[in-house]
């Protein structure tokens, strides 16, 4: 385990963080930050000074046109039970490239006059509910093939795809559940917007969420790490 905050000009000032937070360590008279590594790569993300909670996000649309895919990294596609936690389950660095490689592959394209469209390249996620027992690289199956006319809207926080068979990450996550068959298709889905950068070369980093949870209270948050295409 490890132990750090964040400062300013060296330590001409620093956090003053809340003994108890959630992303904290007392020892002694110093609350840090917590940091808890396992056995592959981590990407921490982006958090307010002073705070355990993300940074708030304001996007428009003109930040998401363009072609996206998944990012390559650890923690890229995962399910937790809180929003910014994905300790249930997440795909790790190496399955980028291996067996989620088709997956990773598919580029979702949010156009400038309001469609939206993916390709998958023949061969995407399919996984038991769409009849791909067990799961894995597949022939994608209608209606999450990319064949539909499909739309979407942005707010400041979230992404909204109009269309049956629209989505990022995996099909099966929809707002207040999860499909467990084809024909029970949502007409939309809505995605919050928790992390969006854009570094000096022009790459964009987005993250999405998506609850899953019964009542939509939070309690089950899929989250899907994504990157520009250049």
Same mark, same amino acid.
């Given at each position: &385990?490890?132990?750090?905050?964040?400062?300013?000009?060296?330590w001409?000032?620093?956090?003053?963080?809340? &003994?108890g937070? +959630?992303?904290?360590?007392? *020892?002694?008279?110093?609350?840090?930050?917590?940091?808890?590594?396992?056995?592959?790569?981590m990407?921490?993300?982006?958090?307010?000074?002073?705070?355990?909670?993300?940074? +708030?996000?304001?996007?428009?649309?003109? &930040?998401?046109?363009?072609?996206?895919?998944?990012?390559?990294?650890?923690g890229?596609?995962?399910?937790?039970?809180?929003?910014?936690?994905?300790?249930?389950?997440?795909?790790?660095?190496?399955?980028?490239?291996?067996?989620?490689?088709?997956?990773?592959? @598919?580029?979702?394209?949010?156009?400038? &006059?309001?469609?939206?469209?993916?390709?998958?390249?023949?061969?995407t996620?399919v996984?038991?509910?769409?009849?791909?027992?067990?799961?894995?690289?597949?022939? +994608?199956?209608?209606?999450? @093939?990319?064949?539909?006319?499909?739309?979407?809207?942005?707010?400041? *926080?979230?992404?909204?795809l109009?269309?049956?068979?629209?989505?990022?990450?995996?099909?099966?996550?929809?707002?207040?559940?999860?499909?467990?068959?084809?024909?029970?298709? +949502?007409?939309?889905?809505?995605? *919050?917007?928790?992390?969006?950068?854009?570094?000096?070369?022009?790459?964009?980093?987005?993250?999405?969420?998506?609850?899953?949870?019964?009542?939509?209270?939070?309690?089950?948050?899929?989250?899907?790490?994504?990157?520009?295409?250049?």
């Amino acid at each position: &385990d490890y132990e750090y905050k964040f400062t300013v000009d060296g330590w001409n000032d620093q956090e003053s963080l809340t &003994d108890g937070s +959630p992303c904290t360590i007392t *020892t002694g008279s110093n609350i840090n930050r917590k940091l808890t590594t396992g056995t592959t790569n981590m990407t921490l993300g982006t958090v307010c000074w002073n705070s355990c909670d993300n940074c +708030p996000v304001s996007i428009v649309q003109a &930040d998401i046109e363009g072609d996206w895919t998944l990012e390559p990294v650890a923690g890229a596609v995962g399910v937790g039970p809180a929003s910014g936690d994905i300790s249930w389950w997440s795909t790790t660095a190496d399955d980028a490239a291996g067996a989620w490689s088709c997956l990773f592959d @598919d580029v979702v394209t949010f156009a400038n &006059d309001g469609t939206f469209s993916y390709a998958q390249g023949g061969s995407t996620w399919v996984e038991a509910w769409q009849g791909n027992d067990p799961a894995g690289c597949a022939t +994608p199956v209608a209606p999450y @093939d990319g064949s539909g006319s499909y739309t979407y809207e942005v707010t400041a *926080t979230t992404v909204k795809l109009i269309g049956q068979g629209a989505f990022l990450g995996l099909a099966k996550a929809i707002n207040g559940g999860e499909l467990s068959s084809i024909g029970d298709e +949502p007409a939309d889905r809505t995605y *919050t917007v928790i992390a969006f950068t854009e570094a000096g070369d022009g790459t964009r980093r987005m993250t999405v969420e998506i609850d899953i949870s019964a009542n939509e209270d939070g309690t089950a948050v899929y989250a899907y790490k994504m990157i520009s295409v250049p």
